[in-house]
């Protein structure tokens, strides 16, 4: 296939000409797609109904009355079972409720109002700033920049985050207190950092005595593939170099069970999560027990969840497979596009000619298929190069995703070859 790059101006017309023409008659066809976030489907959320049949859940193992107060750090069971996931010790889990993003947002504003062990609250310093890896989770950059605090562009490399920019801020300058990250099959890039970026973290020396690294596991069983991505367990790594307390974990079964009534957990040192605890028992008399003792329960230890997330597997991976059989059977050597090819997660990352990823979503809203915001996975909602557009499959049925993805092919070639004349 010729590359667009190659065709003359009198080429590309032609070619515009005859994209505006389909363009038209998909328009006419009034189509209401939605390709914005990354949602389990109904079918996945099905795998998890079997749980509403789990009775006799009033006692934890401890004795623990799950109807009651009480049991600010989760039952026993619920944090093993975390622990688990997380590989990490129990004692050093907190579970929750439905979402990790909670506990994220209550991370912050904790901090923000009560500093971290006894370090001088966030409100009261004069600036503040977070590290901001991108292509990356836009919910993350929302938490921070809702507090008004200043989020550093950090370029992703295919091991991880640009360590040599982390380690120049986060080593120099005290008002660096934080940096998100989504390790293992990143939102929206479906990349795992390298066992050199893991060491490289664990290894920082903070100038700031409150740093943190905010280390999302959103993804970390969410296989789609038999050839798993494995990642260094940051946890240990920072026992390795004293930094224990630098890293706090975040997990959730919101991709597991049901999205929107799962549990969730924070992971860390004992000194964080004592302090943790200390503003959870002022905050809540107590978590959803009981809904802790039901997915207990129901996936009883990691084989069990590791066995229904092949299950998830088996659903997510002909959607995955059906956007980039398309992608590579119309893009490949055009010249114009290019795209990721994870083995787990749930967003595969594509990338426009610059700028024209905010047209190309432009052309999809307008002609019925949703796609996330151009810009959305950058700090502030700017993409420098206007370039980077997030693909969710989960959501909609195989079917339904070819012609979203016929639309998107569309819409990219239009957008790229009016570029492409505008240059000639």
């Known amino acids: 296939m010729k590359s667009y790059k190659e065709l003359s101006k009198a080429e590309l017309i032609t070619i515009r000409d005859e994209l505006e023409v389909n363009y038209a008659k998909v328009i006419k066809r009034g189509l209401s797609l939605d390709m914005s976030r990354g949602k389990p489907s109904k079918e996945q959320l099905d795998l998890s109904n079997d749980m509403f049949k789990i009775n006799d859940l009033s006692y934890a193992e401890d004795g623990t009355d799950c109807r009651n107060y009480g049991g600010s750090s989760g039952i026993p069971e619920a944090r093993r079972l975390m622990g688990e996931v997380m590989d990490v ?4 889990v907190i579970v929750s409720g439905n979402s990790s993003l909670n506990i994220m947002y209550d991370t912050i504003s904790r901090t923000m109002t009560h500093g971290i062990m006894g370090l ?46 982390v380690e120049k801020y986060v080593n120099n300058d005290a008002h660096v207190k934080g940096i998100w990250c989504t390790p293992k099959y990143s939102n929206p890039l479906g990349l795992s950092y390298s066992d050199e970026t ?27 593939y038999d050839d798993k991505d494995t990642v260094l367990d ?40 004592d302090y943790i605890l200390n503003s959870i028992s002022i905050q809540t008399i107590g978590p959803d027990k009981l809904n802790m003792l039901r997915h207990v329960k129901f996936f009883k230890n990691l084989a069990g969840v590791s066995a229904h997330m092949k299950k998830h597997a088996e659903i997510l991976r002909p959607k995955f497979e059906a956007v980039l059989n398309v992608l590579n059977k119309e893009l490949n050597g055009l010249g114009i596009a290019a795209w990721t090819n994870p083995k787990g997660g749930y967003f595969i990352s594509f990338e426009t000619l610059p700028g024209c990823a905010k047209d190309v979503v432009s052309l999809c809203n307008h002609a019925g298929v949703i796609m996330t915001k151009a ?50």
């Open 234 to 273: 940051i946890f240990s790594e920072c026992k390795k170099t004293g930094n224990q307390d630098m890293v706090l974990k975040f997990c959730s079964f919101s991709k597991i069970s049901f999205a929107g009534a799962s549990i969730s957990a924070i992971a860390a040192s004992k000194a964080n999560i």
């Open 89 to 92: 010790p129990a004692e050093n």
């Open 198 to 224: 893991v060491k490289r973290f664990a290894a920082l020396k903070p100038m700031a005595e409150d740093f943190r690294i905010y280390w999302d596991d959103a993804y970390l069983i969410h296989h789609l």
């Open 120 to 165: 001088k609250p966030w409100c009261r310093l004069e600036k503040i700033k977070f590290l901001c890896p991108a292509p990356g989770y836009d919910r993350h950059f929302a938490i921070t920049e809702h507090f008004g605090i200043e989020l550093i562009y950090v370029p992703m490399k295919d091991s991880g985050p640009d360590m040599d920019i």
């Open 375 to 424: 810009g959305a996975t950058f700090p502030y909602g700017i993409d420098p190069n206007d370039s980077n557009i997030r693909i969710a499959p989960s959501f909609l049925s195989v079917e339904e995703l070819s012609i979203a993805t016929d639309l998107l092919i569309l819409c990219v070639k239009l957008s790229s070859v009016k570029k492409l004349i505008n240059e000639a």
